[in-house]
T-cell receptor, first 117, second 115 residues
Framework: AQKITQTQPGMFVQEKEAVTLDCTYD???????LFWYKQPSSGEMIFLIY??????QNATEGRYSLNFQKARKSANLVISASQLGDSAMYFC??????????????FGKGTLLTVNP | GAGVSQSPSNKVTEKGKDVELRCDPI?????LYWYRQRLGQGLEFLIY????????KSGLPSDRFSAERTGESVSTLTIQRTQQEDSAVYLC?????????????FGDGTRLSIL
């Protein structure tokens, strides 16, 4: 079974509107972390936001927020007031913290977001 | 700059040749990771270094792949007898420590093309 599932290969949004990118995960660990990264066409991976499994509040970083629903094992990324520069590939990733874990990240296949003017 | 530095940025080589990829992590970052990203795919974990501990090589796809790191400095990923399926972007990341909320900071990657 896939540990990270991103069901939207591509998404379109109008400039200045909000968009939600879906991510569900699968783990039996009690302690884990969820990350979102942005990868523009230039290829670099840019860290956006982090949510820990024990965090009671949803993480926010500027225009990014993470809608964390632990019981549903979902960690959707919400981008508010989309900008043309938000057009990129977005990856959801999980780090499991079980004993001896190397803290590697397991990535989903990504969602390609296109922001239209 | 202060970010993760990888070289070369692009490498084209013939099938069967050996290649060496270099990663210079952010100063003070004890954890270093190598990932592979095939075209249109997410990242696959290859290997992890933490300080002077034995590396976790569980993600290496075959014995043609190896990596080294001395202490908390530069790492090299070596692919011997390259095959066409090795064509991918190889990304290096470093993190401050094995902390629960420490994000991994990525380099720009090496785009490897095997002819």
């Amino acid at each position: 079974a896939q540990k990270i599932t991103q069901t939207q290969p591509g998404m379109f949004v109008q400039e200045k509107e909000a968009v939600t990118l879906d991510c569900t995960y699968d783990t039996s660990d009690q302690s884990y972390g969820l990350f979102w990264y942005k990868q523009p066409s230039s290829g670099e991976m840019i860290f956006l936001i982090y949510q820990g499994s024990y965090d009671e509040q949803n993480a926010t970083e500027g225009r990014y927020s993470l809608n964390f629903q632990k019981a549903r094992k979902s960690a959707n990324l919400v981008i508010s007031a989309s900008q043309l520069g938000d057009s990129a590939m977005y990856f959801c990733a999980m780090r499991e913290d079980s004993g001896g874990s190397n803290y590697k990240l397991t990535f989903g296949k990504g969602t390609l977001l296109t922001v239209n003017p | 700059g202060a970010g993760v530095s990888q070289s070369p940025s692009n490498k084209v080589t013939e099938k069967g040749k050996d290649v060496e990829l270099r990663c210079d992590p952010i100063s003070g970052h004890t954890a270093l990771y190598w990932y592979r990203q095939r075209l249109g795919q997410g990242l696959e974990f290859l290997i992890y270094f933490q300080g002077n501990s034995a590396p976790d090589k569980s993600g290496l796809p075959s014995d043609r792949f190896s990596a080294e790191r001395t202490g908390e400095s530069v790492s090299t990923l070596t692919i011997q007898r390259t095959q066409q399926e090795d064509s991918a972007v190889y990304l290096c990341a470093s993190a401050r420590r094995r902390g629960t909320n420490q994000p991994q900071h990525f380099g720009d990657g090496t785009r490897l093309s095997i002819l």
